[in-house]
């Protein structure tokens, strides 16, 4: 999930990575001038409900694990969730992290 080679390196430190994908699972990238455009709003806004989701989803994965009565398609369909979370949490942590200036890191 890191930006694609084929950007300049002038715009790498620009563009931010977006927590959703294409229609086809490709990465989306914005460039905006400012932090406060309606898109990167809404991508903020996004990204705060997918940890929001994140932790619903550990600890019903928590709860799944913990009975030892769960059956596979629980088990199934927890882990499931949780890969879907853990996906979405690391785009949000690449693209967090991609913000991070440089004289920060």
């Not at 990204?47 to 596979?72: I, N």
Request: hydrophobic residues 40%; aromatic residues 4%; charged residues 25%.
């Amino acid at each position: 999930m890191s930006i694609p080679s084929n950007i300049p390196n002038s715009a790498r430190g620009e563009l931010r990575l977006l927590p959703w994908t294409t229609p086809d699972g490709k990465p989306c990238y914005l460039s905006a001038d400012s932090h406060d455009s309606r898109l990167s709003l809404l991508a903020d806004d996004i990204e705060a409900a997918q940890l929001d989701s994140g932790e619903q989803v550990l600890a019903g994965a928590k709860a799944v694990l913990a009975d030892p009565k769960a059956g596979e398609r629980a088990v199934r369909f927890a882990l499931t969730r949780a890969s879907e979370s853990l996906g979405d949490i690391l785009r949000i942590a690449v693209s967090r992290g991609a913000r991070i200036p440089e004289w920060e890191r």
